[in-house]
């Protein structure tokens, strides 16, 4: 998986050209705050030290009525929403002696498992010692596979049984089970694993990152009895996937010895004799397990639902992408918790000639039947809960026509009292300084009586509980009243906001942040740097509060920061989404081109001689690819960071699912001409800057070394950065790496 920043709006008295500016009413915000005018700006320490980072919900529901929390002292405590009271239970002194990466509680309460010591490895995996704390005593257990002496060996993942204090765990790629939180009785589940080959439990690479996007691949029964497992075997030679297999292991056979104690749950008859894929793994009952397959052409998704006890599977539904496009199905289905008959699922529904939009259906595994919730040219993301007792589901989605905000719905299933459409309950919602709430997240209790709501922008975030019943805020939890202290002084950036047409009968969606002496009745031109993804499904364009990069380059060194989202980005619809489809480096590039001109045609204050772009992973991909296809000099110089400059050198599992095979009876052709390496003759009038990391395990450092043994080919100069031992991230070189592309702007920017 390849790699927007919120404020006031300026509001323009008309559209210009094609330019459609979204008027946005002024709030008591800091950047909607009269300012003043030799107040300072952002400075570059402070965004790269997270001065204005704000604090989030960082809460587990534990019960219908209590969460686990870490407060601001650093101590670990309960909250009892009935009671609105604190309950400690680790004090800030452990925490601080532990200092845990990871925490959870066991279901008994008695016990802390926390994960301490940690060395990152890829995106979401890492090693890290594991010691469970008694709470009541204060003792602490190494948890190993075997007894420790000396020194407490790392391990790759471990969670708690969900309910009784019972472990599972992975050390050296192999899966472990111990039956009590003393630690005494441990069982081997498996003994195939291997380094850097053989994976029980935990993802491969191209797993963790592309599709589980987690450090884990085990899920136990609901009532513990039993665990699903996931073995990926990476041995084997040539461009071949990886062989993966899914387990469920019956813990009681395991204990007591007996037979069959490991079950093999087979892919679909259809999927088994070729490459594919599993997406998802979810129990629907104590007794079934579902799972999610994919091909590897990632168009056709089925959904299986397996015996636990004997490995049998029935194929349920079968889905294939309406557009001829890929699926996104990578979340277990929701299930009726009582008989696992039916079950939530999202899933592309046609809307009127609209194209599809992604939406919430129930399925029925004994009719068949396949029934929308929620309709509407609207996008659902993600399903919260399915409260089956008053027959609600809560969901978020980004509304019809602002694919850049997200609020809170719920809708009756088919069983609800009133057949109704999707209720929003936060449009129109606004936080305690009078600023909307356009982006919003909402984290449901066990039982969904209440919810956590943090309205995340376009102001400073703010988190409150609420009653589901009636939607009655109870408690403001979070204000982030230090952040905006620290902004009410700030010449901020202001925000432009508009939408310009682009090919195919679309709307690009453009953030332009302005310097804060912008003056709309005096002429002054300004440089103009674009800052681009553009991968598909993305989406930089929002209303959710952020302080980055942008905010410094605008407020104090008066460059227009600019965003565009065009064709391929998310949460407007599949029609929009599935441009990219087979073509890769193109509609994405040319809306770039495109609107980037459009700007520079329609604003006066835009200077389009110093006009610049950059962008990270994908987007320096599309970044290099504009510079390549740049004509008509739209852009004087480009920056890209750790860029996929071929796809053929990209993992399979993103690259087919937007491009298919790189095979003559499949896209061959598609792959060779988005190949930058071979299209580099046009950099020849810009200015470029690469840069990346030469430990980078996501976009490998040979994707730059091939596009820099291109241009020397070419006898093209160009600017270069390698960072030794750094990955994708670039995190241990943060001042350097902006630092130096602040500098490569200046000599752009200067050298007219």
């Known amino acids: 998986m390849l790699l927007a920043?919120?404020?006031?709006?300026?509001?323009?008295?008309?559209?210009?050209?094609?330019?459609?500016?979204?008027?946005?009413?002024?709030?008591?915000?800091?950047?909607?705050?009269?300012?003043?005018?030799?107040?300072?700006?952002?400075?570059?320490?402070?965004?790269?030290?997270?001065?204005?980072?704000?604090?989030?919900?960082?809460?587990?529901?534990?019960?219908?009525?209590?969460?686990?929390?870490?407060?601001?002292?650093?101590?670990?405590?309960?909250?009892?929403?009935?009671?609105?009271?604190?309950?400690?239970?680790?004090?800030?002194?452990?925490?601080?002696?532990?200092?845990?990466?990871?925490?959870s509680l066991s279901p008994s309460r008695k016990y802390l498992l926390v994960a301490h010591d940690v060395q990152k490895l890829f995106r979401y995996s890492y090693l890290a010692r594991h010691t469970v704390l008694n709470l009541e005593t204060g003792k602490s257990s190494a948890l190993a596979p075997v007894k420790v002496r000396f020194e407490q060996p790392?391990?790759?993942?471990?969670?708690?049984?969900?309910?009784?204090?019972?472990?599972?765990?992975?050390?050296?790629?192999?899966?472990?089970?111990?039956?009590?939180?003393?630690?005494?009785?441990?069982y081997r589940i498996t003994d195939t694993g291997q380094i850097g080959s053989i994976f029980n439990a935990i993802p491969d690479w191209v797993y963790e990152e592309e599709i589980l996007s987690s450090n884990s691949a085990l899920w136990f029964s609901p009532d513990s009895r039993r665990i699903a497992f996931a073995t990926f075997n990476d041995s084997r030679p040539g461009r071949d996937n990886p062989v993966v297999d899914l387990w469920v292991v019956d813990l009681a056979k395991l204990i007591t010895g007996g037979a069959d104690t490991v079950t093999r749950?087979?892919?679909?008859?259809?999927?088994?004799?070729?490459?594919?894929?599993?997406?998802?793994?979810?129990?629907?009952?104590?007794?079934?397990?579902?799972?999610?397959?994919?091909?590897?052409?990632?168009?056709?998704?089925?959904?299986?639902?397996?015996a636990a006890s004997n490995g049998r599977c029935q194929d349920d539904l079968v889905h294939e992408s309406p557009d001829h496009a890929w699926n996104d199905m990578y979340t277990a289905p929701k299930f009726d918790s009582v008989d696992g008959e039916t079950y939530l699922v999202i899933i592309p529904t046609p809307q009127k000639g609209k194209g599809n939009f992604k939406h919430i259906a129930l399925r029925n595994s004994t009719d068949k039947s396949l029934t929308p919730l929620t309709t509407g040219t609207y996008e659902v993301t993600e399903i919260l809960s399915w409260d089956q007792k008053n027959h609600i589901v809560y969901f978020t989605a980004a509304p019809s026509g602002k694919p850049g905000h997200r609020h809170f719905y719920y809708v009756g299933d088919l069983n609800h009292n009133k057949k109704q459409q999707a209720y929003c309950v936060t449009c129109g919602f606004k936080n305690d300084f009078s600023e909307e709430c356009n982006y919003n997240a909402a984290d449901v209790s066990e039982d969904n009586t209440?919810?956590?709501?943090?309205?995340?922008?376009?102001?400073?975030?703010?988190?409150?509980?609420?009653?589901?019943?009636?939607?009655?805020?109870?408690?403001?939890?979070?204000?982030?009243?230090?952040v905006r202290e620290r902004l009410l002084d700030r010449s901020l950036p202001l925000e432009k906001r508009l939408e310009i047409d682009i090919e195919g009968g679309f709307k690009a969606q453009v953030s332009m942040k302005l310097p804060p002496d912008y003056n709309p009745t005096r002429f002054q031109s300004y440089p103009m740097l674009v800052y681009v993804y553009g991968g598909p499904g993305s989406q930089l364009v929002s209303d959710r509060f952020r302080i980055d990069w942008g905010d410094y380059l605008a407020s104090e060194r008066g460059i227009i920061y600019t965003s565009i989202d065009g064709r391929g980005s998310g949460y407007a619809g599949d029609k929009l989404l599935h441009s990219l489809y087979y073509g890769l480096g193109t509609a994405e590039v040319d809306d770039q081109l495109a609107v980037t001109a459009a700007l520079q045609k329609s604003f006066q204050f835009i200077d389009s001689s110093r006009t610049a772009i950059w962008g990270w992973s994908y987007g320096g991909y599309v970044t290099a690819s504009a510079l390549s296809r740049d004509f008509n000099n739209v852009f004087k110089c480009g920056i890209s960071v750790a860029p996929v400059t071929s796809w053929v050198y990209y993992d399979t599992v993103y690259t087919e699912r937007y491009m298919g095979l790189p095979t003559l009876d499949d896209n061959f052709d598609a792959y060779n001409s988005s190949d930058i390496t071979r299209n580099v003759s046009n950099f020849r009038n810009k200015d470029f800057f690469l840069i990346h990391g030469t430990a980078d395990d996501n976009v490998h450092y040979q994707q730059s070394m091939m596009l820099s043994r291109a241009l020397e080919l070419e006898d093209i100069l160009f600017r270069s950065q390698s960072y030794p031992d750094e990955n994708h991230g670039l995190a241990g070189v943060k001042k350097h790496h902006y630092h130096s592309m602040e500098d490569f702007l200046d000599h752009c920017y200067n050298n007219v």
């Open 5 to 103: 920043t919120v404020g006031v709006m300026l509001v323009v008295a008309a559209a210009i050209a094609t330019v459609i500016v979204t008027r946005r009413s002024s709030n008591a915000s800091p950047r909607a705050s009269p300012l003043k005018a030799r107040s300072a700006g952002i400075d570059l320490v402070e965004v790269l030290n997270g001065t204005f980072s704000t604090f989030s919900f960082n809460g587990t529901w534990i019960s219908d009525s209590e969460f686990l929390f870490r407060s601001s002292e650093n101590g670990l405590n309960i909250f009892h929403v009935d009671t609105q009271t604190t309950e400690e239970l680790l004090s800030k002194e452990l925490m601080n002696k532990w200092r845990p990466f990871k925490y």
């Open 154 to 186: 790392p391990l790759l993942f471990a969670t708690w049984a969900p309910t009784k204090d019972a472990l599972a765990f992975v050390s050296h790629n192999d899966l472990y089970y111990a039956t009590g939180p003393d630690l005494e009785t441990m």
């Open 450 to 482: 209440y919810y956590v709501l943090t309205c995340n922008g376009p102001g400073i975030p703010q988190v409150t509980i609420h009653s589901a019943a009636d939607h009655a805020r109870l408690l403001l939890l979070e204000d982030n009243q230090e």
């Open 265 to 306: 749950l087979a892919p679909p008859t259809s999927l088994a004799a070729i490459d594919h894929y599993f997406t998802a793994v979810g129990w629907a009952t104590p007794d079934k397990v579902s799972v999610i397959w994919m091909n590897r052409h990632q168009t056709v998704n089925t959904i299986s639902i397996c």
